[in-house]
């Protein structure tokens, strides 16, 4: 059994070591792509808390008028930022592949 598990390892070492120079550019836009999604997740979670905290002061069975706006506005200046912050990164990219 080890020495099976053993050339199981060699095999995954030798196949790693295969990996030409554009298969490990690649993973690593893979890795970071997923690195992205995973902090944009974790801002969206953090936001949603922030206007949670903000606008909701007793939790029910409904959200009044007052409470219901407050999120939307809240929402509303987080989608703004979030498209602004991206139309800027987009400009120093574009011009840092120039």
């Excluded at 120079?21 to 893979?30: G, I, M, N, S, V």
Aim: charged fraction near 30%.
């Amino acid at each position: 059994m080890r020495k099976h598990s053993c050339r199981k390892v060699a095999s995954l070492r030798r196949t790693m070591a295969e990996l030409g120079e554009a298969d490990e550019a690649e993973l690593q836009r893979l890795v970071a792509a997923e690195q992205q999604k995973a902090q944009f997740t974790a801002q969206v979670h953090h936001f949603m808390e922030l206007c949670w905290d903000k606008c909701v002061e007793k939790p029910g069975n409904r959200l009044d008028s007052r409470t219901e706006n407050c999120l939307s506005s809240c929402v509303d200046r987080f989608i703004d930022t979030t498209l602004a912050i991206t139309s800027r990164f987009a400009q120093i990219v574009q011009k840092g592949g120039q």
